[in-house]
């Protein structure tokens, strides 16, 4: 996941997307383009993995473009576990 949000970091300041904006390419619009009826949103119901980041606020994460890695990921149905 590193990989995929230094890009979409690099790809979103150049234009000049918000944070949002480049949330949103990451997770709901990704999967509607996928056709993924069933994730990309956190809503009871759904499939949700996703990923914790040790970080004091939620823009570190895409302002350190990729240096920042994930400590925690949750897996839809599974047991978390540590990175």
């Known amino acids: 996941m590193g990989d995929l ?4 970091a690099i790809l ?4 000049k ?3 949002a904006e480049v949330w949103a390419a990451l997770t709901c619009r990704a999967a509607a ?3 993924k009826t069933d994730r990309g949103i956190l809503k009871a ?3 949700a993995d996703f ?3 040790k970080a004091n ?6 302002y350190n473009q990729g ?4 400590t925690m990921h949750l897996r839809s149905n599974n047991v978390p576990f540590t990175i």
């Open 12 to 15: 979103g300041a150049k234009q």
């Open 33 to 35: 383009a996928l056709n």
């Open 5 to 8: 949000l230094t890009s979409a």
């Open 57 to 62: 606020d939620y823009r570190e994460i895409l």
């Open 67 to 70: 240096q920042l890695k994930p």
């Open 51 to 53: 990923i914790v980041f």
């Open 17 to 19: 997307l918000t944070m």
């Open 45 to 47: 119901g759904m499939n």
